[in-house]
């Protein structure tokens, strides 16, 4: 089975970092792209990014540009979502998701193309 499990959350005070990990198993790493995704109270979840599957290429979204990074761990099955500089609209339960593309070049955060997900991992930034 695919397994996708976020962790790495908890609670930070404005403008403090967190690195979220997304350890997969159960799939062939190199042929997914991963995307981060995020759902805030009472919101519709949301992109947050995404690092394609064959050659790395990372996609931000507005919202989190220059603030989070994206990177991969081909050796650990791993990808990391370091996020900086936090304030508390950034409060929300983070995901990560699989999406089959083998030989994948590019990447994006629409949602129904990712057939694989985690359990969320809870970021809340006081302030």
């Known amino acids: 089975d695919v397994q996708l499990q976020a962790s790495g959350g908890g609670l930070v005070q404005t403008g403090g970092s967190l690195r979220l990990s997304c350890a997969a198993s159960?799939?062939?790493?190199?042929?997914?792209?991963i995307g981060w995704f995020r759902q805030a109270p009472g919101k519709e979840r949301e992109g947050v990014g995404c690092i394609s599957s064959s050659d790395g290429k990372i996609f931000y979204e507005d919202s989190v540009k220059g603030r989070f990074t994206i990177s991969k761990d081909n050796a650990k099955n791993t990808v990391y979502l370091q996020m900086n500089n936090l304030n508390p609209e950034d409060t929300a339960v983070y995901y990560c998701a699989g999406d089959w593309q083998p030989f994948g070049i590019s990447c994006d955060t629409i949602r129904w193309k990712y057939d694989a997900w985690g359990q969320g991992t809870l970021v809340t930034v006081s302030s």
């Open positions: 159960g799939l062939t790493f190199d042929d997914y792209a």
